[in-house]
């Protein structure tokens, strides 16, 4: 998945509801513009660009235009070696780039390197989706809830602990840049799942990550870390 986006919501004021293509294609270009696409299939491809993801439940509107014109921007991805991930159930789509033995690719997106801490918290994240997700209820989460998660991979001689709370504030912090955490309305501390990491964490990946990760836990730790992870 590639780098966030400053903007977590619908940049553009429009909507495919009501409009024909007519309208969506005779939209107003910049001079000398040479380019195929609409101007709103455009836009769509920069927030597709910008990452880390295309959420329905944020971006509504850029999510009808993006339907529209699927085929189109899957196009223009693979013209610079990147391919389009969508899940249509639960309307998220990202970029990545695409592996290829048959072509030499040249690599336009760079890898997001994860700490322990932060992988131990997006595999947590990622067994807490899936249990609100067959309960057909929103994944949610607080800040209180990670941080004690994540106690249970501290050493039991640990003597830095303001290091160990540090490491866990930017693990949480990375996951909401990644964004896998999204910030609920009036809810300082409390973040709903993104549908995101079931694309980021396929299910037949989680069982082996899950029992990798087990093994680094310190032996009095255990029984605490027998949750959703």
Do not use: C
Not at 3 to 23: H, L
Not at 100 to 123: A, N, T
Not at 190 to 214: K, N, V
Request: proline residues 4%.
């Amino acid at each position: 998945m590639n780098s966030p986006a400053d903007t977590d919501s619908d940049d553009f004021d429009y909507s495919d509801q009501g409009e024909d293509d007519v309208a969506l294609e005779n939209e107003a270009r910049f001079a000398g513009d040479t380019g195929t696409l609409p101007i709103p299939a455009r836009r769509v491809l920069v927030r597709l660009l910008q990452g880390p993801s295309l959420d329905a439940r944020r971006h509504e509107k850029l999510w009808g235009v993006f339907k529209r014109y699927e085929r189109d921007l899957k196009s223009r991805l693979h013209d610079i070696f990147l391919e389009l991930v969508v899940d249509n159930e639960t309307k998220v789509a990202f970029t990545r780039q695409v592996v290829s033995d048959e072509v030499e690719v040249p690599i336009l997106l760079r890898k997001q390197s994860l700490s322990f801490l932060e992988s131990v918290l997006l595999l947590f994240l990622r067994q807490k989706f899936t249990h609100s997700d067959a309960q057909a209820e929103r994944a949610v989460v607080d800040q209180l809830e990670m941080t004690e998660y994540l106690k249970a991979y501290e050493r039991s001689d640990n003597v830095d602990m303001s290091r160990f709370g540090r490491q866990t504030e930017g693990a949480i912090e990375k996951a909401k840049k990644l964004g896998v955490l999204l910030k609920l309305p009036g809810a300082e501390d409390r973040f709903e799942i993104s549908a995101s990491l079931r694309l980021l964490f396929p299910a037949e990946e989680i069982q082996a990550l899950t029992e990798a990760y087990r093994r680094h836990l310190p032996a009095d730790s255990v029984s605490t870390a027998e949750g959703p992870l």
